[in-house]
Nanobody, 124 residues
Framework: QVQLVESGGGLVQPGDSLRLSCTAS????????MGWFRQAPGKEREFVAV????????DYVDSVKGRFTVSRNNAKNSVYLQMNSLKPEDTAVYYC?????????????????WGQGTQVTVSS
């Protein structure tokens, strides 16, 4: 069993930065691939980024490449999403999720555990 708790969301202006954190409880955090998803009102949950178990592999949706960076600290059972140059279209609830393997990671249904989400609002 893995429990995930996100934090770090908030209201920011376009061009600002935020760093989301996701802390896991339970065993074997270092063996899980970790994904970030987001869901805007009226839209489906969207893949944002993923990082493999040792942090050596990452992937991003095209719309955030060059702006967002995913990282992890297995000693702290945590994964992070650094978001720079935020845009209004980044507004959504952001979720972290855990998956056993670093494959088929684009689909939300392939993840085993989810956090409760943290709201990110980008508005002037």
């Amino acid at each position: 069993q893995v429990q995930l708790v996100e934090s770090g969301g908030g209201l920011v202006q376009p061009g600002d930065s935020l760093r989301l954190s996701c802390t896991a409880s339970g065993r074997s955090f270092s063996s899980w691939a970790m994904g970030w998803f987001r869901q805007a009102p009226g839209k489906e949950r969207e893949f944002v980024a993923v990082i493999n178990s040792n942090g050596g592999g990452t992937d991003y949706v095209d719309s955030v490449k060059g702006r967002f960076t995913v990282s992890r600290n297995n000693a702290k059972n945590s994964v992070y999403l650094q978001m720079n140059s935020l845009k209004p279209e980044d507004t959504a609830v952001y979720y972290c999720a855990a998956r056993r393997f670093y494959d088929n990671y684009l689909r939300a249904s392939n993840y085993n555990y989810w956090g409760q989400g943290t709201q990110v609002t980008v508005s002037s």
